[in-house]
C-alpha cells in the first residue's frame, strides 16, 4: 500500500487449524468411550443440522431467539451507550450477523461505529457477512477472524475507540462450569479498560416451559439432537441407525441446567470404519449430547467475578425470559 492510501474496508485472516479433522476424531473417540458416553453440540452443525435449528428458532416452544431477537430490536441504543459507545464490535459466532445489525445500527447512530470483527469457522460466510455489511453500513471497515475461537480466542485484532465483544444465543451455556469459567477468564485477559463483553444467556424459569423448548411437539428438537448420528455416519463410516434411539431432554434443577440425551431403544454395538472403534450401547444407557446452564442475574454476577469480570449491564425481554448482560475489567 502507498503512503497515504486509504486501508482496505475488508481484511479477513483465516486461521483454521490443520488439525482440524485430527481433532474432531479425537473428541469423538473419547465421547463415546467415556462412562457415560458423551458427544459435543457442536458436532449437530453440519449443512442439515443448521437447516434444523432454523426451524426450531421458529417454534412456538422455543421462546429464546425470539427473545434476544426483542432486546436487540428495541434496547440496542441502551446496550450501546452503557458499553461507553464503543468503535469495535466484535461478534463471536458471527454467522450471517443477522441480529448484530442492531448493534451496528445503534453504533452508526450514536456516531462511534468504526469497525467489525466478526469471528466465525465458515470463511465463505464471514466473506458474504463482510461484503454485505459494507455496503450497508458505509465507512465500516470489517476485519474478519476465520477460526475456532475455542482455541483461536487471543488472535481476535484488535479495534479503535474501545471494543464490545458479543457472545449471543446462550451459547455459553453449553459450557460446564470450569469450561465456563476458563473462557470468560481468557476473554477478561483480553479486554482494555473501556472494554466489555456483551453475552446473551438463558434463564430460570417454570419447568415445563424450559422442557418444551427443547422437547417440542412437532418433534424437530428431536430430529437435530439425532443429526449428530448422521454426522458420524457420513464422517467416519457409522453405522448407527437413528430410529434405534430416542431424544431426551430432562431439567436438572440442582445444576439448574437442561440436559440433552439421547437413549438407546435395545442393546446394539455401532462400528464406525473411519475410527476403527466398535461402540456397545446397554439397552437404555443414555449418551449426553448438550447442556444449556440457564441464570439468575445473580448467579451470572457470581459467573462474571469468578472470570475476573465486573458486571456492569442487565437487559432483558419483556417477558423476563432471557438476558443481555456487559461485563468489563
Not at 427443547?214 to 424437530?220: A, I, L, N, P, S
Not at 442487565?314 to 461485563?327: C, G, H, K, P
Request: aromatic share 8%; proline share 4%.
Amino acid at each position: 500500500m502507498s503512503a497515504g492510501a486509504a486501508a482496505e474496508p475488508i481484511e479477513i485472516e483465516v486461521r483454521l487449524r490443520a488439525d482440524g479433522g485430527v481433532a474432531m476424531a479425537r473428541d469423538i473417540r473419547l465421547g463415546l468411550t467415556s462412562k457415560p458416553k458423551e458427544l459435543s453440540p457442536k458436532y449437530f452443525y453440519d449443512e442439515r443440522g443448521s437447516q434444523l435449528f432454523e426451524r426450531i428458532t421458529e417454534l412456538e416452544e422455543y421462546y429464546p431467539t425470539r427473545a434476544e431477537r426483542e432486546i436487540l430490536e428495541h434496547r440496542s441504543g441502551e446496550i450501546v451507550a452503557a458499553a461507553g459507545e464503543p468503535g469495535t464490535l466484535v461478534e463471536l459466532g458471527s454467522g450471517s450477523a443477522a441480529k448484530t445489525r442492531h448493534l451496528l445500527s445503534a453504533m452508526r447512530d450514536a456516531g462511534c461505529l468504526e469497525t467489525y470483527v466478526p469471528v466465525d469457522i465458515s470463511e465463505e460466510i464471514t466473506h458474504e457477512t463482510a461484503d454485505s455489511l459494507v455496503a450497508e453500513y458505509p465507512g465500516l471497515t470489517v476485519r474478519g477472524l476465520v477460526c475456532d475461537f475455542e482455541h483461536d480466542l487471543e488472535r481476535i485484532p484488535d479495534g479503535g475507540g474501545g471494543r464490545l465483544v458479543a457472545f449471543l444465543g446462550g451459547t455459553v451455556g453449553n459450557l460446564y462450569p470450569d469450561a465456563r469459567r476458563a473462557f470468560l477468564a481468557r476473554i477478561a485477559a483480553l479486554l482494555e479498560p473501556g472494554d466489555r463483553i456483551l453475552l446473551g444467556t438463558d434463564l430460570v424459569k417454570p419447568v415445563e416451559r424450559l422442557v418444551a423448548a427443547y422437547d417440542d411437539r412437532e418433534g424437530v428438537t428431536a430430529e437435530f439432537n439425532k443429526n449428530v448420528l448422521h454426522v458420524l455416519n457420513s464422517e467416519y463410516g457409522g453405522d448407527f441407525d437413528p430410529d434405534a434411539f430416542e431424544h431426551v431432554a430432562r431439567y436438572d434443577e440442582e445444576a439448574e441446567r437442561m440436559d440433552i440425551r439421547l437413549r438407546s431403544l435395545a442393546e446394539q454395538t455401532v462400528r464406525l470404519d473411519g475410527l476403527d472403534l466398535s461402540v456397545r450401547f446397554a439397552a437404555g444407557e443414555e449418551m449426553r449430547t448438550e447442556i444449556s446452564t440457564k441464570f439468575t442475574r445473580e448467579r451470572l454476577e457470581s459467573v462474571y467475578r469468578d472470570a475476573g469480570l465486573q458486571p456492569d449491564g442487565w437487559f432483558t425481554d419483556s417477558s423476563e425470559d432471557y438476558a443481555l448482560s456487559l461485563a468489563s475489567v
